[in-house]
């Protein structure tokens, strides 16, 4: 049958209209990506594939991007949605967490089935009173997107009118209202920092050895670009593209850098088992807080999380945690030298403790976490022999 012009006319603004919806529907729900108001440095180095990164306020993962979002996860029938989010929880008796996969060691998968210090995490933190007082939470992380900073904004997005996710975690730095509407609680993971990593026969000992030698940070990065710039002025800094998630490796071993600068809790899985070490596992002046992140008018759920943050950060499970994922066998330390002397960490021991019977005052613990090249201040092991500076 001959269609007439006017209705040839109907049937194109009707396929244009469906096109247009389609894509912001894809929009919306990550099924595209959302990069296009991130602008990349123009100089950089790329040492994996031609594909550019994600311009973010803190550091991406040293893992590849994924080519795109998964579609969102349908609400189940038997959702009860409810505008309090917290009671949300307790009568559904399921979290749903807004998550970068992957973002090693922080959240990734192995055939499907979640792990990294942000799950565990999360199993404690709603295994508080707080929130399983109806019974065992759920942690449904199956909600995953490809970029950092689409971690937050999914707390933004709904499903019919019902909200896409609970919470959002994967080592988030945003500020208060970035994205507008989200709100962020005390750190859950704090007291870490930038990194000086460098092959193991590097000359490179300190950042004291940095001035003249080129040094690089992670591309799209403001916040280390910031801190490298007003600490190291005599330094030369190279932005690298962290498209492959062997960008560090690639970048120092094929003497593109001398040394690289990057957040410590996710430079652990980044550097492990290549030939490369930390010079320096916490460099002075920098420190790192991750947060997560809830809805403005959440403030209920606020309040109910950081009170159940602080309660988990004191429990032995988690520096276990602490522990299991963010201890490094690739941290250079220096043998004791005249005036010093070791010691064998006991059990209950803490730095501040050390400090107090070993130096005179609980307050050089720095002082011993230094020396002894640790990230954080709770990475210490029974029996671990410690170098304990001159008193």
Same mark, same amino acid.
């Given at each position: 049958m #001959?269609?007439t012009?006017g209705a040839? +006319?109907?049937?194109?603004l009707?396929a ?11 929009? #919306?729900h990550?099924?595209i990506?959302k &990069?296009?108001?991130?602008q990349? %440095?123009?100089a950089?180095?790329d040492?994996?594939?031609?594909t ?5 306020t ?11 979002q998964?579609a969102?996860?349908p ?5 009860t %949605? ?9 009568? /559904? &008796?399921?979290?749903?967490i807004?998550v970068? /996969?992957p973002?090693? @060691?922080?959240y ?5 089935? @979640?792990h990294?210090f942000n799950?565990?995490f999360?199993k404690?933190?709603?295994?508080q009173p707080?929130?399983?007082?109806n ?9 995953e ?8 904004r999914q707390?933004?997005?709904?499903d ?7 919470i959002?975690?994967?080592g ?6 970035? @994205?507008?509407?989200v ?15 460098? #092959?193991?026969n590097?000359?490179i ?9 080129t040094?690089g940070i992670?591309?799209g990065?403001?916040?280390v ?7 190291? @002025?005599?330094t030369?800094?190279?932005?690298? /593209?962290?498209?492959?998630?062997q ?7 094929? &003497?593109?850098?001398?040394a690289?600068?990057?957040d ?16 320096q ?6 420190s790192?807080?991750?947060?997560i992140g809830v809805r403005?008018?959440d ?5 109910y999380?950081n ?9 032995p499970?988690?520096?276990?945690l602490? +522990?299991k ?12 030298s &005249?005036g010093e002397h070791t010691?064998?960490?006991?059990r209950?021991d803490t730095?501040n ?6 130096l005179g005052?609980?307050?050089?613990y720095?002082?011993? #976490?230094?020396?002894? /090249?640790? %990230?954080?201040?709770n ?7 410690l170098?304990?500076?001159? +008193?």
């Amino acid at each position: 049958m #001959q269609l007439t012009t006017g209705a040839k +006319r109907f049937l194109g603004l009707v396929a244009s209209v469906a096109i247009v919806y389609g894509a912001y529907y894809a929009w #919306q729900h990550g099924l595209i990506g959302k &990069h296009g108001d991130a602008q990349q %440095p123009a100089a950089a180095l790329d040492v994996g594939n031609n594909t550019t990164s994600t311009t973010s306020t803190s550091s991406l993962p040293a893992t590849p991007q994924t080519a795109q979002q998964p579609a969102p996860q349908p609400i189940p029938a038997s959702f009860t %949605p409810n505008a309090d989010t917290r009671q949300q929880i307790l009568q /559904n &008796h399921v979290v749903r967490i807004s998550v970068e /996969n992957p973002s090693e @060691p922080i959240y990734g998968e192995t055939n499907g089935t @979640p792990h990294g210090f942000n799950y565990e995490f999360a199993k404690l933190l709603f295994g508080q009173p707080e929130f399983n007082a109806n019974g065992p939470v759920t942690i449904d992380t199956h909600h995953e997107v490809s970029a950092y900073k689409d971690v937050p904004r999914q707390l933004l997005a709904s499903d019919n009118g019902v909200p896409a996710v609970d919470i959002a975690m994967d080592g988030l730095t945003f500020p208060d209202n970035t @994205p507008a509407g989200v709100l962020y609680t005390n750190p859950y993971l704090d007291d870490f920092g930038y990194a000086l990593i460098v #092959q193991k026969n590097s000359a490179i000992h300190s950042t004291a050895d940095l001035a003249g030698k080129t040094v690089g940070i992670l591309q799209g990065d403001p916040d280390v670009k910031a801190f490298v710039t007003r600490q190291y @002025p005599n330094t030369q800094f190279v932005e690298v /593209n962290d498209a492959d998630d062997q960008f560090i490796n690639k970048a120092v071993d094929g &003497h593109q850098v001398d040394a690289f600068i990057y957040d410590y809790p996710f430079a652990v899985e980044s550097i492990k088992g290549s030939d490369l070490k930390f010079a320096q596992t916490k460099l002075d002046g920098s420190s790192i807080s991750y947060k997560i992140g809830v809805r403005a008018n959440d403030q209920n759920l606020l309040v109910y999380l950081n009170s159940a943050i602080g309660r988990v950060k004191q429990s032995p499970a988690y520096l276990d945690l602490l +522990r299991k994922y963010f201890r490094s066998n690739q941290a250079d330390v220096i043998a004791a030298s &005249h005036g010093e002397h070791t010691y064998a960490v006991k059990r209950g021991d803490t730095l501040n403790t050390i400090a107090a019977a070993q130096l005179g005052t609980g307050s050089r613990y720095r002082d011993i #976490q230094r020396r002894n /090249n640790l %990230p954080n201040p709770n990475l210490i092991l029974v029996g671990e022999q410690l170098v304990i500076p001159v +008193r």
